[in-house]
C-alpha cells in the first residue's frame, strides 16, 4: 500500500515558477565601468524580477515564503539557483553567516535557506501542531554524489581522496533514493544553521577568474517536513511536505571561467549535468515522449522537481556586466524555456494512525504496535528485508555493472566525439583534397590543350622558319639593294645636310653683317645727334653773348643821349641867360655887343660844333656797333644755315643708309625664303621618293612572303605603311607649319621695316620742316633786326642833319649880325632879341625835337631789344623741341635697333629650330663580322640618328619633339627590318 499520497487527488499542473536576480557591479566591474546602454531587441517574461538594489530579505518575502508554505501544507517543493558563475547563487540561497539572531532579524545578506528554516519553525511553533524535521546536505561533484552531513572522522577535507561516494538508487517506483544517506533529525533552527555551515564548508570550491570562491559542485540541501493535522471529520491527517534548496554549479564556458588544467574535466561534468539539465528541461517544454532524466545524477535526483509532482521555483541569477552579456542571455533563454515546465503538485498526506510511532520517532524511544499487528508486519518486514537484501544485492551488482557499463558509455562517448571530430577533419581535407584535385585537374586539361597548341604552333612555326630561311636569302639580296639604297638616301641627307650648314653659315654672316651695319647706324646717329647738339648749344652761347654785349652798348648809347640832352639844355638854359644878359646890358654895353655877341657865338659855335662832333663820333660807334651786330648776325645765321643743311644731309645719308639696310633685309628675307621653300620642296620630294621606294620595297616583300606568311606580313606591311606615312605626314605637317611659321616671321618682319621706315620718313619730313620754320623765323629776326638797325641809323643821320642845320643858322645869324651891325643898332636889340627869342625857340623847338629823336631812338632800341629778346625765345623754343626731336630720334633709332637685332636673332632662331638633321648609317667596325643579326644592326654603333645643334642644352630640349619624330620613322625602318628577319651585310 502506498503510505504517501495514494488517496490524494493530484493538484493541477502549475508552470515551473521562475524568478530573476540581477547583482550589483562587484568593484572590479565599476572599476573597469563595465555597464552598456546596448540595445538588444530580446524580450523574456519572468515571474518575478529582483535587481541588483534588491535585498536578500526582500526576495524571501515576496517570492520564497509562500513557497515554505506550500511546503508546510505538504507539497514538495523545489527552488533552484542558475546562473553563471560569481552571479550570486550561493550568496541567495545561503547568504552570509547566520550569526546571533537578535529579535528574530537575520544580518541583512543571510539568504534563502536560514530564512525558509526560521520560516518553518516560526509556522510550526505558532501552530503548535506534532512535526518532526529531518534534513540531508549532498553534494554532486564530478557526477559523484558527497554527503556533507558525513561524519568528519570519515572525511579529512574538501579534497580528500578517501571520500567516497554514495550510490543513487532507484526505488522501484520510478523514483531514486541515495543510499547511506545521512538524514539529520533537527528540532531548531539553530542546529541547520549550524549543519548548513558544516556542509557548506566541505563544499568543493575553486577560484575561478569570475569568482574567487567558485562552488565546482551542485548541493542540494533538504528539509523534509513531517507534520500532524486533524481533519474536519475528526481524523488525524500526517502531511509531510519536503524543500529542495538546490545551488547549482556555475553554467559558464569553460574558456569563460578560465579553467586550470585538472579542472578542464570538473567543467566538463558540470556543464554535462547542466547539459542534461537542459536537455530535460527542453522534453519537458516540447512534451517529448522520451524525457533524458536517467543522463545525469542531477536529473535523476531533480526528476520528481521537473515535470513531476513537485512545486519549483528557478532563481535565475545575472550580473549586469557587459562581459557577462553573453552568458546572460543565455541563462535568460534557459531560465526563459524553464518557465513553461509544467509540474503537476500533491500534497504528501496520510490519515494518522500511529500517533505514537511519530512520537516514538520523534523522541527515539521505540514504536508501539499493537501484537498481531506487529506480527504481520514483522512477517511482512522479515520478506521485505529478504527482499530488500536480495535487491541490494542485485543492485549492487547491478550498480556495478552499471557503473562499469557508465564508463565504457562515457569512453565510447568520447571515443565517439574523438572520431567525429576526427571524421569532420578527414571530411574537411577530403573536400580540400576533392578541390584541389579539381583544379589540378582543370589546370592539367589547360596545360594538355595549351601544350597541343603549342605543338601545333612550334610544327606550324616549324614550317615557317624553314620556309623563312629559305627566303631569308633572297630578302639578303633585297636588302643589300635596300641597303644600297639606303646609303645613297644617307649621302642624299649628306648633301642637304651640307646646304643646310651652307645655310646656316650666310644666315649667321648675314647676322653678323646686320649687326655691324646696326653698329655703324647706330654711331652715325648718336655722333649727328652730340653734333647739331652741340651746333645748337654754341649757338644758343654767341647769341647770348652777342645779345648781352648789344646791351652793354644800348645802355651806354642810352647813358651817352642822356648826356647830351643834359648839356644840350645846360647850353639853352646858359643861351637863354646870355640873352637877357644881352637884353639887361644892351643900353651899357652895346659897344660890347658885336665882340660879345661873335665871342658867344663862336663860342657857341665851337660848343656846338664840339657837341656835334661828340654827337656824331656817338652815332657812328652806334651804327659801327649795328653794321658789327648785323654782320655777326648774318654770320650766325649763316652758320646756323650750315649746321642745319648738314644735319639735314646727315639725316638724309641715315635714312638712305636704312632704306638701303632695309632693303638688304628685304633680299635676305626673300631668298631665305626661296631656300626655306626649296629646302622643303626638295625635303618633300625627298619623302615622297623614300616612301614611295619603302612601298615599293614593301610591295615586293609582301609579294614575296604573301604565299607563305600572308596574314602576318599584311598586318606588319599594314603596319609599317601607317608608321611610315604618319611619320612623313607629321614631318610634312611639321615642315609646312614650320614655314608657314617663317613666312609669317618674314611677312612681320617686313611689315615691321616698312613701319620703320615710314616712321622714319615722317621724322626726316618733320625735321626738314622744322629745320625750314627754324631758318624762316630766323631770316624774319636778322630782317627785323636789319630794319631796325637801318630805321635806327637814318634817325641818327637825321638829327645829325638837323643839329647840322641848327648850327648853319646861328652861324647865319652870326654873319648878318655881324653886316649890320652899325646899321642896325636900336633894331638889332629888337632883331637880337627876336633872333635869340626865334634861337631860344628854335633850341627849344631843337631840344624838344632832339628830345622826341631821343626817345624815339631810345624806343627804337627798346623795340631792337624786345626784337631780339623775342628772336632769341623764337630760337630757344625752336631749338628745345629740335633737342628733344633729336633725343627721341636718337632713342627710338636704339630701340629700333634693338628690334631690328631681335628680330635677327628670332629670325636665327627659327631658322636653327628648323635646324637639319642627319640620318648616319657610320661603318661598321673591322672586328663584327658581316652576318650579325639585325638586333645588331638597331645599336648605335651601326645606326644613328643625329641632330647637329650649337650645345645648347636648352636648344636640345626644346627641339626634343623632331628627334623623336624622325626616331620614330628611323624605329620603323629598323623594325620592318627587324620584322623581316633578314641578316644584313656590312654597310660602309
Ligand atoms: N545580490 C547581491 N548583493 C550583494 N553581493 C552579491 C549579490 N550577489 C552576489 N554577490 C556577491 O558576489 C560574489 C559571488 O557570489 P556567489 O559566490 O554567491 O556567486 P555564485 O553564483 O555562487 O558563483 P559560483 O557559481 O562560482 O559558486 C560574492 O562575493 C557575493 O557576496
Known sequence: MDLWGSNVKPDRGVNVEVILRCR??????????????????????????FGPTSQQKELFDEAISPIVNEVLEGYNCTIFAYGQTGTGKTYTMEGGRVGVVESGEFPRDVGIIPRAVQQIFDVLEARDEDYSMKVTFLELYNEDIMDLLAPDESLNGPDDKSRKPIALMEDGRGGVFIRGLEQEVVCTADRIYKILEKGSAKRHTADSLLNMQSSRSHTIFSITIHVKESSSNGEELMKCGKLNLVDLAGSENVVRSGAKEGRVREAGEINKSLLTLGRVINALVEHSGHVPYRD???????RDSLGGNTKTCIIATVSPSIHSLEETLNTLDYAHRAKKIKNRPEVNQRIERLRQEIYDEREKNGIYTPHDRFQIEEAERKALVEQIKNMEFDLVFKDKELMGLQKLHDTQQTLTAELSEKLQMTQKDLEKTQNTLLEIEGRNRKANATIKEK?????????????????ASELLEELEHATSEASNLFSKLEHQDKLENGNKILVQKFQTHLAKQLDVLQQTVAASVTQQEEHLKSMEKDFDYSLSKKMGGIQELTAQVRHLKKTHESGIKSLDDISEELDMSYRSAFSNLTSEVSRNSSA??????????????????????LFNQQEKLAEFAEQQRQGHSKTLQLTRSMSEAMMKFFETLGTHTSSLTRIMEGTQKINGQKLYDLAKEFEDCAAFEKRQLLEKVAELLDISNDRKKNLVQTAINSLLESTASRTCKMQNEMSNLQDFSCSVESELTTHMETIATNYLVATSVMDNGKDGLEKCLQQCMSESRMGVSQLRNAQESVLDLQKRNFGSLDSIVRNELETSRMILSRASSLALSALEETGMADKSLLSSIENLLKLDHEAHKNIRSIVAPSFEDMKGLGNKHYHTILKIKEAGKCFLDEYKVDGPYCLTLEKRPSNIPRTESIEEL???????????FSGDSSEQQETGDQNIILSDVCESVLHSLNNSRVTLTAIN
Do not use: C, M, W
Open 24 to 49: 550589483p557591479l562587484n568593484d572590479d566591474e565599476k572599476e573597469l565601468k563595465a555597464t552598456s546602454y546596448k540595445q538588444i531587441d530580446k524580450t523574456f517574461s519572468f515571474d518575478k524580477v
Open 296 to 302: 545525469s545524477k542531477l536529473t535523476r535526483l531533480l
Open 938 to 948: 638597331r645599336s648605335p654603333t651601326f645606326l644613328k640618328l643625329t641632330r647637329p
Open 604 to 625: 657857341l659855335v665851337g660848343h656846338f660844333e664840339e657837341k656835334f662832333l661828340e654827337i656824331n663820333d656817338i652815332l657812328d660807334d652806334i651804327q659801327r656797333d
Open 455 to 471: 605543338e601545333h604552333l612550334i610544327s606550324h612555326l616549324l614550317q615557317s622558319e624553314k620556309s623563312l630561311t629559305k627566303q
